[in-house]
C-alpha cells in the first residue's frame, strides 16, 4: 500500500497538533494513508478530548509561564509535550482501515498499531514493548503513550518517541489539590517513566529515531511511503484547525459531573488517587500511590486530634500491598483499627470505609 | 429477540450495517438511535459520552456523539438526514449503560429524518438482520458479543 510521508521537521506548538487534525479531517474514503513526524519548537500541554481542561490543568501557571494548553480530538489524559520527543501521526480513511490491516476490536487496534514504534525502539537499542490498552514500556517503564481519534473520515493514531521528558514540569502543569500530591506524582513520574536518554545513557541523535521510526512504519504496515508535503486542502484545514485548537471555546468544551477523587494516570500500571473526607473531628486527606492495583503507597492526612503524632503513618502502613477493593480495604481497617498503638480522636472507621469506598468503588 | 453468538438483536428496531447503530420507530415520525451490541462489543467499555444537542440538523453518516473507550475517541455516526429532537442525558453521564442496556437505558438519540423513505432504504429490519450480521461479524472476525458492563435487556 502506498502512503504519504510527511517529515515536517520543528514546528511551533499549535502546528504540531493542527498538521494531524487537519490531514485526517479531510481525507477522503480513498485517500492514501498519511504518516506524518513532527517535533514541537516549544513546550505546550495537550489535554485529552473529553478532559475538563480547568480540573486538569494549572491554567493559571501555563499562562504566567508562556506554556499554551490545546485540546486534542484523541483519547487519553493531560500531557506535557515538548522538542525532547518525536511525534508520529498515523493517518488512515476509516473506509481502509481493513485494507490497512488494522483489526476491528478497538483492545486489538492498539497493539497494532503500537507495533513499528516498539520496533523503532528496539532498533535503538531499548527493549520496549506492548502493554494494554495503549502503552508502550521497557521493564513496566513507561516510553512515552498512544491515542486515537476519529475525525470525518479519517482516523489518526497519536503518538511520540520520547527521548527526554521533564518530568517536574510535567507534575507542575497539572492542577492537583495539594503541594504533596504534585511531590508524588513527579516522585512517580520518576519511577515509572522512562526515556531513551535515560535508557541508553545519552540522548540518541534525532534524526537517527526517525529513521528507525520510518524504516519500522515501511515493514510493519507494508507500506511504500512517498515523501510528500501538504497538499492545499490540508493547508487550508490546518489554518482552521489553528484557530479551532486556540479558541477558548474548543479548550473548555465539556463541563464534567464533580469526581470527589482526583486521579492522575501515570501509566497502564501505576496511578495517583487523591481524596478527602470531613469527619466530626476534622478533614481526612488520603493520597495514594496504585500500582497493577496494589496501594504501594499512602499518605494520610488530617486535622483531628491524633496520638502520638505518628499514629496516621501507622495507620497508613496497615493498608499497603493491599489491593484496591473494598472487601480487602475493610478487612485491613479493622486490623489497622485495632491496633493499640495509636489514637484518633473524632474519627470513626465509617469515615475510612466513606473515603476509601470513593477511591475503591464497588464494581458496578 | 433473535440472538447470533450471544449477541443480541431486538425484533422490532431496524439496523444499519454502515454505521453499526439500531433505529427504533417511535411511531410518530421519529427514531431513536443507539449502538448496536455488535458496536458495543467492538468498542470496549465506554468512559464518556458527548451528545450533539437537541435541535441540531445532522446528515447521514455523520456524528450524532462522540464516545471515547479506552484512548478511542470516535463518532457514532447517524442512519438518517434529519434534527435531533432529544438526547439521553443518561448516556452521557453514564456511559457504561451504552455496554449494559444498548437497546434501552442506553439510547442515544431521539431524530426526526427529513429523507425517511430514501434513508430507510439501508437499514434491514426482520428476518434479514441475522442473515446481514452473520456476514458482518464473519466479516469483522467478531466471534460473539461480549456483555464488559453485565447485560439489560
Known amino acids: 500500500m502506498k502512503a504519504r510521508l510527511l517529515d515536517m521537521g520543528t514546528l511551533k506548538p499549535v502546528r504540531s497538533q493542527s498538521v494531524f487534525h487537519a490531514v485526517t479531517s479531510v481525507m477522503e474514503p480513498d485517500s492514501d494513508p498519511v504518516i506524518s513526524l513532527i517535533r514541537p519548537s516549544g513546550t505546550y500541554v495537550s489535554v485529552g478530548y473529553f478532559q475538563e481542561t480547568e480540573k486538569e490543568v494549572d491554567l493559571e501557571f501555563c499562562g504566567h509561564n508562556h506554556i499554551p494548553v490545546f485540546r486534542r480530538q484523541v483519547g487519553g489524559g493531560a500531557v506535557l509535550l515538548d522538542g525532547g520527543q518525536l511525534f508520529f501521526h498515523v493517518c488512515v480513511p476509516v473506509a481502509r482501515a481493513r485494507e490497512f490491516g488494522l483489526p476491528d476490536r478497538l483492545q486489538d487496534r492498539f497493539a497494532y498499531l503500537a507495533a513499528p514504534a516498539i520496533a523503532a525502539y528496539r532498533a535503538l537499542g531499548v527493549e520496549a514493548a506492548f502493554r494494554p490498552i495503549n502503552d508502550i514500556q521497557v521493564r513496566g517503564k513507561k516510553i512515552g503513550g498512544t491515542g486515537v481519534g476519529e475525525i470525518n473520515n479519517g482516523l489518526v493514531f497519536a503518538g511520540s518517541m520520547m527521548l527526554d521528558f521533564d518530568t517536574r514540569l510535567m507534575a507542575r502543569v497539572l492542577k492537583v489539590p495539594n503541594e504533596k500530591m504534585r511531590d508524588k506524582i513527579t516522585e512517580t513520574l520518576d519511577g515509572y517513566m522512562t526515556t531513551l536518554t535515560r535508557e541508553l545513557g545519552a540522548p540518541p541523535e534525532m534524526k537517527s529515531v526517525a529513521e528507525a521510526l520510518i524504516s519500522a512504519f515501511e515493514s510493519h504496515f507494508g507500506l511504500e511511503l512517498v515523501p510528500s508535503a501538504l497538499t492545499p486542502l490540508e493547508m487550508e484545514a490546518m489554518e482552521e484547525w489553528d484557530a479551532t485548537l486556540q479558541s477558548p471555546d474548543w479548550l473548555h468544551l465539556h463541563r464534567l459531573k464533580e469526581n470527589p477523587v482526583r486521579e492522575v494516570k501515570i501509566s497502564a500500571r501505576v496511578r495517583l488517587l487523591e481524596a478527602a473526607h470531613k469527619a466530626q473531628g476534622g478533614l481526612i486527606r488520603a493520597s495514594m500511590r496504585v500500582v497493577d492495583d496494589t496501594i504501594e503507597d499512602l499518605l494520610l492526612t488530617g486535622d483531628f486530634p491524633v496520638s502520638p503524632l505518628s499514629g496516621l503513618d501507622t495507620l497508613a502502613r496497615h493498608f499497603l500491598g493491599a489491593q484496591l477493593d473494598p472487601r480487602e480495604l475493610s478487612r485491613r481497617m479493622d486490623a489497622a483499627l485495632a491496633d493499640p498503638s495509636f489514637e484518633l480522636v473524632g474519627v470513626a472507621r465509617q469515615d475510612f470505609v466513606e473515603l476509601f469506598g470513593r477511591m475503591a468503588p464497588n464494581p458496578g | ?153
Open chain 2, 1 to 153: 429477540m433473535a440472538e447470533l453468538n450471544n449477541c443480541l438483536f431486538p425484533d422490532d428496531l431496524y439496523y444499519s450495517l454502515e454505521n453499526n447503530v439500531w433505529a427504533q420507530d417511535m411511531g410518530d415520525g421519529s427514531f431513536r438511535i443507539g449502538l448496536t451490541d455488535v458496536a458495543q462489543t467492538l468498542a470496549g467499555s465506554l468512559i464518556h459520552c458527548k451528545l450533539q444537542p437537541a435541535g441540531k440538523a445532522v446528515k447521514k453518516g455523520k456524528s450524532l456523539a462522540t464516545v471515547e473507550s479506552g484512548k478511542w475517541v470516535g463518532p457514532v455516526k447517524s442512519p438518517f438526514t434529519g434534527d435531533i429532537l432529544e438526547t439521553n442525558p443518561a448516556a452521557e453521564s453514564t456511559p457504561t449503560l451504552l455496554n449494559k442496556s444498548p437497546y434501552k437505558q442506553g439510547w442515544i438519540v431521539r431524530i426526526k429524518p427529513s429523507s425517511l423513505d430514501e434513508d430507510k432504504g439501508s437499514l434491514v429490519k426482520g428476518a434479514e438482520v441475522l442473515t446481514h450480521y452473520k456476514a458482518y461479524m464473519a466479516d469483522k472476525q467478531v466471534s460473539g458479543c461480549i456483555h464488559c458492563e453485565g447485560f439489560e435487556g
